[in-house]
Nanobody, 127 residues
Framework: VQLQASGGGAVQAGGSLRLSCAAS??????????VGWFRQVRGKAREFVAA????????FYADSVKGRFTISRDNTKNTVYLQVNSLETEDTAGYYC???????????????????WGQGTQVTVSS
């Protein structure tokens, strides 16, 4: 499974972006994969942002983004989206999507639960 993240950019505080994570591969069923978004600032640990279970029925968010970020997916397009609103300077980071199967809810925020990672897309928020 290959993941391609896109949609990052430079915005002012309060602005919005829509990040996309497109999955591809020879033989896989996208709906059987949980997809998570993580972010990382250089020199700091990777941080969980949000995740969606395979069928999209269950979503999870870090407390720091609840009410501002929304994760969704379109399994017909093998794509997961992260709508990021009311951006703050603290949201500046490289955003990475990851995919994995059979991830239990209690482990959804752990990066070691995911098998495949995209290359990341940079979000820069200025004040």
């Amino acid at each position: 499974v290959q993941l391609q993240a896109s949609g990052g950019g430079a915005v002012q505080a309060g602005g919005s972006l829509r990040l996309s994570c497109a999955a591809s591969g020879r033989t896989f069923t996208f709906s059987s994969y949980s997809v998570g978004w993580f972010r990382q600032v250089r020199g700091k640990a990777r941080e969980f942002v949000a995740a969606s279970k395979g069928n999209g029925g269950s979503t999870f968010y870090a407390d720091s983004v609840k009410g501002r970020f929304t994760i969704s997916r379109d399994n017909t397009k093998n794509t997961v989206y992260l709508q990021v609103n009311s951006l703050e300077t603290e949201d500046t980071a490289g955003y990475y999507c990851a995919a994995g199967r059979r991830i239990i809810n209690s482990a959804i925020s752990r990066d070691e639960s995911y098998d495949y990672w995209g290359q990341g897309t940079q979000v820069t928020v200025s004040s």
